[in-house]
């Protein structure tokens, strides 16, 4: 996934799209949730690696730190102009996942 999306292209599909949320799990391609449906995103699977690298862009140093020690973490994300994302990611020896919830909504 490394270099195909960065979470600013994801937040923006997310936002054209109108849908209500964003999901990034390593092991599975990501996908967007419409009020009615699923709406997967085509690109290959993500590794622990690129759910770590899409958190690390939109997350602080502390953000990470916490999450670390806790194994998940909830914080608002602004993009611009007032467009506000909740966080959510979790962390655990095998998985990783980012929940992404679209605030204009």
């Known amino acids: 996934m490394s270099g195909t999306y960065r979470m600013r292209d994801l937040l923006e599909l997310l936002l054209r799209e109108n849908a209500c949320e ?17 709406l997967p995103i085509d690109v290959p699977a993500l590794s622990v690696g690129d759910v770590h690298e899409l958190l690390q862009s939109v997350a602080s140093a502390e953000q990470l730190a916490e999450l670390g020690r806790c194994g998940d973490l909830r914080f608002v994300y602004p993009l611009q102009h007032g467009i506000r994302f909740s966080i959510t990611a979790t962390l655990d020896s095998e998985t990783s996942c980012i929940t992404v919830r679209n605030l204009q909504r």
């Not at 092991?27 to 009020?35: E, I, N, Q, V, Y």
């Open 22 to 38: 964003l999901q990034l799990k390593s092991g599975t391609s990501p996908f967007l949730s419409s009020d009615s449906a699923h």
